[in-house]
């Protein structure tokens, strides 16, 4: 409605479901946010307000969820392609995977079905997993059938990358 935040839209659409465990997807994130920093403010506070305003309300509701989707950057980041660290890629500041529980990124080259969906977080296993998206339905299911197969898809795939990097004789040592 005209006037209304997402935090407060949320805070009535959870008081219609008390006790029933309620499951909040915002997205996306960008759609919920003002028309830009206040004054004084950093780029880092802003959006870590904006994912706190929005986890507190959830928190307020026990056994309540929220998944918030996020766009990450459209450009390569850092030089020579991705970075180290898939939560850099999240777009926006350090802010928004700080105020967060856990973050993931799933990543998909252009045209292909497989992806990697990498996780971190508070109360989470931190781990990279082997996805394959169904094109008919658009479900992403884990390779391998298991977490663990999925994981353990990733490892190998790592290696062979690292072995494909050393020349002959580092290849021999």
């Not at 994130?29 to 780029?43: D, E």
């Not at 252009?110 to 094109?135: C, N, P, Q, S, Y």
């Not at 390779?143 to 021999?172: F, P, Y």
């Amino acid at each position: 409605p005209e006037g209304a935040t997402a935090v407060s839209v949320i805070t009535e659409w959870l008081a219609l479901y008390p006790g029933q465990k309620p499951f909040v997807i915002v997205d996306t994130l960008g759609k919920t946010r003002g028309a830009g920093p206040k004054s004084g403010a950093s780029a880092y506070q802003e959006d870590y307000k904006a994912v706190g305003d929005l986890k507190r309300c959830v928190d307020a509701v026990p056994g309540s969820g929220m998944l918030i989707v996020h766009h990450t950057r459209k450009a390569e980041v850092g030089k020579g392609g991705r970075s180290a660290d898939f939560v850099e890629e999240l777009s926006g500041t350090f802010g928004l995977s700080g105020a967060a529980d856990y973050a993931m990124v799933l990543h998909r080259d252009r045209e292909t079905e497989g992806g990697i969906l990498a996780i971190t977080g508070r109360d989470v296993i931190e781990r990279t997993l082997a996805m394959t998206r169904d094109a008919d339905t658009g479900l992403w299911t884990l390779d391998g059938g298991s977490v663990e197969a999925s994981a353990a898809i990733i490892e190998a795939n790592r290696a062979k990358l690292d072995e494909s990097r050393l020349g002959g004789t580092s290849q021999e040592i």
